[in-house]
């Protein structure tokens, strides 16, 4: 109840209710983005019979069923969007999961946690809803993302209105992340990112695309006065544009963490190391200032 509240939920769902009839016209980047994060899953000999789809958008339970995993649920904040995976469908807040614990061995969650105020809960929820040794992957946009389209936003805003109110969402930075997985009592914690090339030839295309996936701004604090019609014409006109077109940029973190089970490595305890690093590294230990000749 005391999380700072970012975003507006009950709009996420209206957007993502509303997607759900247009998402398929994103489905190139969706799935993407859905194969880089199941491709961690052939790094480990790790076999899972229970897996939880959370938010994939009707494109990665299809890509668990074809991986072999006999039990797939999908769940999603808007229950148009979690149908559109086919099979076993659940309507589901990620901020209040209504799994029972150790229900699943694999969690997936492409794209679908930016929109969580309360992330570390989230994460908590998710880990508790793994059974010992499952695996949790996710991948959400990071810091950076969209960054030349918010700076236009901003600029043309400043310029029409004398201020400025937050038009897309904030992103989380790499740095973070495997600290929130450390948090929220995952082991083996791995986090890292990843560039996914986009390119459009105008901005009206990503803009339609934003909102064709349920990515429309949810923020709490934007102002929701109609805009300025010079609004989206200029920041369009400021976007840099190459010789591929327009590059939103999409940066991919990419995370990857375990429930804890007795079976995993676990670092060493301090002055338990039975070698000396000088030995190992066959060199001579020296004192601190000492020199090679004396």
Not at 76 to 91: E, P, W
Request: proline share 7%; with cysteine.
């Amino acid at each position: 109840m005391g999380q700072m509240q970012v975003f507006d939920r009950g709009l996420v769902r209206r957007r993502r209710d509303r997607a759900a009839a247009t998402v398929a016209r994103v489905a190139p980047i969706l799935e993407d983005c859905a194969d880089r994060l199941l491709d961690r899953l052939d790094d480990t000999t790790r076999r899972f019979s229970r897996a939880l789809d959370l938010g994939g958008r009707g494109v990665v339970a299809p890509r668990l069923a074809a991986r072999g995993i006999p039990f797939v649920v999908s769940a999603d904040l808007s229950a148009r969007m979690a149908a559109r995976a086919g099979g076993l469908a659940v309507a589901a807040d990620e901020e209040f999961l209504p799994f029972a614990p150790e229900s699943f061995d694999l969690v997936v969650a492409s794209l679908s946690l930016h929109w969580v105020n309360d992330l570390p809960g989230a994460l908590i929820q998710i880990r508790r809803a793994l059974a010992p040794d499952g695996l949790f992957l996710a991948s959400l946009p990071g810091l950076g993302t969209l960054q030349p389209l918010r700076e236009a936003l901003a600029a043309a805003e400043t310029e029409l209105r004398g201020g400025l109110s937050p038009r897309i969402s904030p992103f989380p930075e790499l740095r973070d992340a495997a600290g929130l997985l450390q948090r929220a009592g995952f082991a083996l914690p791995v986090a890292d990112q990843e560039e996914v090339p986009i390119a459009y030839r105008s901005a009206l295309g990503l803009l339609a695309d934003l909102r064709a996936g349920g990515e429309a701004n949810a923020v709490l604090a934007a102002d929701r006065r109609i805009p300025p019609r010079a609004l989206f014409p200029m920041a369009a006109a400021a976007l840099p544009q190459g010789a591929e077109g327009i590059m939103p940029g999409l940066r991919l973190l990419v995370l990857t963490g375990w429930a804890p089970h007795d079976s995993q490595q676990k670092p060493a305890r301090p002055g338990s190391a039975t070698v000396r690093l000088a030995d190992a590294l066959g060199t001579v230990e020296r004192k601190a200032g000492e020199t090679a000749g004396g």
